[in-house]
């Protein structure tokens, strides 16, 4: 089955500074999106990248899908308090279903 | 448009208790997804339905747990009896049923057992 390893676990920024969140997969990525989560709500979705090598942007956030698609990135630029939350990234398992393995999210906080 | 939406947003009940989940999903949406989201964790599919015939429930534990979707539209997610570990928040998603196409999600009902 396909696992997905995000780092980091959790990260602390200053407002105003960059940041990058990392997805990690056990398998090649059929398509791999990118959703955010309010404590105790529900999953909000950002973006979806499907081919090696894709970037799309939103706003102050970017993400990306490496070459060998085994790998997505996600950039903030200039951080703000609402981007805090638990950014998720689930994997389309390819087995035709349409269904996501998740990863287990990074937790994201930024102090004014 | 109209959300996902889900019914309670919250519920406490004591083990071996019976407890019951409700999601309304997007017009249209043919297909339709439970998830379990234990704290710390991302979220874990359960069942997935694509009108009213489930599509996979190999990760619903089926002494316990049952779901429905009468009429390809509503469904349900029963737990009977809870245990302590079904403590967790449940998801709704819905979704086209295609490729490429994201799920959205309704707001959860985050479930405590006592």
């Known amino acids: 089955s396909q696992e997905l390893e995000q780092s980091p676990q959790s990260l602390i920024v200053q407002e105003g500074k960059n940041l990058t969140i990392n997805c990690t997969s056990s398998?090649?990525?059929?398509?791999l999106y990118w959703y955010k989560q309010k404590y105790g709500e529900g999953l909000i979705f950002l973006m979806m990248?499907?081919?090696?090598?894709e970037e799309k942007s939103h706003e102050k956030i970017t993400a990306k899908l490496d070459e060998k698609k085994q790998q997505s990135s996600l950039h903030i630029t200039a951080s703000q308090p609402s981007h805090a939350g638990i950014y998720l990234c689930?994997?389309?398992?390819?087995?035709?279903?349409?269904?996501?393995?998740f990863g287990k999210g990074t937790k994201l906080s930024v102090i004014p | 448009e109209a959300g996902v939406a889900q019914s309670p947003r919250y519920k406490i009940i004591e083990k071996r208790q019976s407890v019951a989940f409700w999601c309304n999903p997007i017009?249209?949406?043919?297909?339709l997804y439970w998830y379990q989201q234990i704290l710390g964790q991302g979220p874990k599919l359960l069942i997935q339905?694509?009108?009213?015939?489930?599509?996979?429930d190999s990760q619903l534990p089926k002494d316990r747990f049952s779901a429905e979707r009468l009429k390809g539209v509503d469904s349900t997610l029963k737990i009977q009896p809870a245990k302590l570990e079904d403590s967790a928040v449940y998801l709704c998603?819905?979704?086209?049923?295609?490729?490429?196409?994201?799920?959205?999600f309704g707001p959860g009902t985050r479930l405590t057992v006592l």
């Open positions: 998603a819905s979704s086209v049923g295609s490729r490429y196409n994201e799920q959205f």
């Open positions: 398998k090649t990525l059929y398509g």
């Open positions: 990248l499907q081919k090696g090598g």
């Open positions: 689930g994997a389309d398992t390819g087995a035709g279903s349409y269904q996501l393995t």
């Open positions: 017009s249209g949406h043919a297909t």
């Open positions: 339905f694509q009108n009213n015939g489930v599509v996979d």
